[in-house]
């Protein structure tokens, strides 16, 4: 008899520390979820900026058209990607092809005075920083999944329901790593 209720007993704390840790996971998952769109609706803003920056630099460097053309059609696949991979690489490609559109900027001394360029310059700068922060938020909930995913005990209620780790949002190229130039 005692032998039985002590099982039991066992038994029902070891379903309620389930149920505890995979309502953990389900609060994770929903909370990386909600980290991810944030961070797409800013994204999506960004992706609406560019076209208005592109159509103000094609005024003054029309001959760059190598460069405008490689800045849409980063914003298009970026913007296109369907996968939180995907949309990193995409974001890696358009980081770089917006580079290179400032760089081209600067070549052009009228444009860079020019108020509408230097207004949307300043809208994407300040989008930058708020795709930084999310990015940021976003990374921190996706490192405090994938380590409850990968630690003892919380592990066991993972594989059980197939919580795999999630990718983060890195950085993937070398050039994006680098410093970069400041001329005064």
């Known amino acids: 008899?005692?032998?039985g209720i002590i099982l039991i007993s066992i038994a029902?704390?070891?379903?309620?520390?389930?149920i505890g840790m995979y309502?953990?996971?389900?609060?994770?998952?929903?909370?990386i979820e909600e980290a991810f769109a944030t961070m797409d609706v800013y994204l999506k803003?960004?992706?609406d900026l560019i076209?208005?920056?592109?159509?103000?630099?094609?005024?003054?460097?029309?001959?760059?058209?190598?460069?405008?053309?490689?800045?849409?059609?980063?914003?298009?696949?970026?913007?296109?990607?369907?996968?939180?991979e995907?949309?990193?690489?995409?974001?890696?490609?358009l980081n770089g092809a917006l580079k290179n559109l400032f760089a081209v900027a600067e070549a052009y001394p009228d444009l860079k005075a020019n108020a509408n360029f230097l207004d949307l310059q300043a809208?994407?700068?300040?989008?930058?920083?708020?795709?930084?922060?999310?990015r940021k938020y976003y990374n921190a909930v996706v490192k405090e999944f994938n380590t409850k995913t990968e630690a003892f005990p919380s592990n066991l209620i993972a594989g059980i329901f197939h919580f795999e780790r999630?990718?983060?949002?890195?950085?993937?190229?070398?050039?994006?790593?680098?410093?970069?130039?400041?001329?005064f």
């Open 86 to 93: 995907g949309r990193i690489e995409g974001e890696t490609m």
């Open 23 to 31: 309502n953990g996971f389900i609060r994770m998952k929903n909370r």
């Open 123 to 134: 809208q994407l700068r300040s989008m930058e920083d708020e795709i930084a922060q999310s």
């Open 45 to 47: 803003k960004r992706y």
């Open 51 to 84: 076209p208005n920056l592109v159509e103000t630099v094609k005024g003054y460097a029309a001959h760059e058209s190598g460069t405008l053309s490689a800045v849409i059609q980063a914003r298009n696949i970026a913007s296109g990607a369907n996968t939180i």
């Open 12 to 18: 029902v704390i070891l379903v309620i520390w389930g």
């Open 166 to 183: 999630r990718k983060l949002f890195e950085v993937n190229e070398e050039a994006e790593r680098e410093a970069v130039p400041v001329h």
């Open 1 to 3: 008899m005692l032998l």
